[in-house]
């Protein structure tokens, strides 16, 4: 497949969509499109905040929402209350467009519960599926630990790995249906499968640069360091 038909981009918010939302701007969340330039179709990872500014940064690229995949159910990437804020997110994008929510099992009650969005519009998924945007395919990697049921996407060399893990660190593992021993599960094993030249997109910006390969994350992130799960408990369970 060519690489000229990979159609992908890394928003974050604050910046490139919702500008003056200081809370966007605050939490440093990336949204991610993903798509086939040549069908046009595209999916966006954990749209929030300004969900029609998406939509038109989509327009504006001739590229047609077609799906959205959800890392996990935090609101700072689907939507809902948090802190006292209300964040836009999936139930006001189906309000605009009407697409299907793609969740691993173990997460659709809780994204279900934080978004309001109902049973039909979630496409649920078990760990190792695939799907297609156009004729790209994108493997939907379950990632547990933040969450119960986060999952990474491996499309075309690169990972969109949500707040499973960061440049810098993980995602914290001390919230409710958090687990420090399936993170370490999902970074020591699950994700050892990704190849070194894989660049890593994470959910958030919490380092100075934006991307990086997973050779380079493996090497100098420090949740790499332990070498055995009871070392990593000692570092990071709760």
């Known amino acids: ?19 003056g939302n200081q809370l966007a701007e605050q939490m440093a969340n990336f949204v991610y499109l993903i798509g086939d330039r040549e069908t046009g179709d595209a999916v966006a990872v954990d749209p929030a ?18 799906g959205v ?3 996990h159910y935090h609101p700072d990437h689907v939507g809902g ?13 189906l309000e605009l467009q009407g ?11 809780l994204i279900k519960k934080v978004t309001e969005v109902s049973d039909t519009d979630l496409m649920i998924h ?10 790209i395919p994108i493997d939907l990697i379950h990632t547990p630990g933040h969450t119960p049921g986060s999952q990474c996407f491996l499309v075309e060399g690169t990972l969109v790995a949500g707040d499973t893990l960061f440049l810098e660190g993980c995602g914290r593992t001390d919230l409710p249906g958090s687990d420090p021993s399936a993170m370490f599960h999902s970074l020591h094993h699950t994700l050892s499968k990704v190849p070194d030249d894989t660049v890593l997109f994470p959910g958030h910006r919490y380092s100075f640069h934006s991307s990086a390969t997973m050779g380079m994350t493996r090497e100098l992130n420090y949740v790499f360091k332990p070498s055995s799960e009871q070392q990593w408990m000692t570092m990071f369970g709760q």
């Open 1 to 19: 497949m060519s690489t000229d038909r990979f159609y992908f981009r890394q928003l974050l918010s604050g910046r490139d969509f919702a500008v």
């Open 49 to 66: 905040y300004g969900v029609a500014d998406l939509l038109d940064i989509l327009a504006d690229d001739d590229m047609r929402l077609s």
């Open 69 to 71: 995949l959800a890392t």
């Open 81 to 93: 209350s948090m802190m006292g804020h209300s964040i836009e997110g999936i139930r006001e994008l």
């Open 99 to 109: 697409v299907k929510i793609h969740v691993q099992a173990a997460e659709a009650q």
């Open 126 to 135: 078990d760990p190792g599926d695939r799907i297609m945007v156009g004729e």
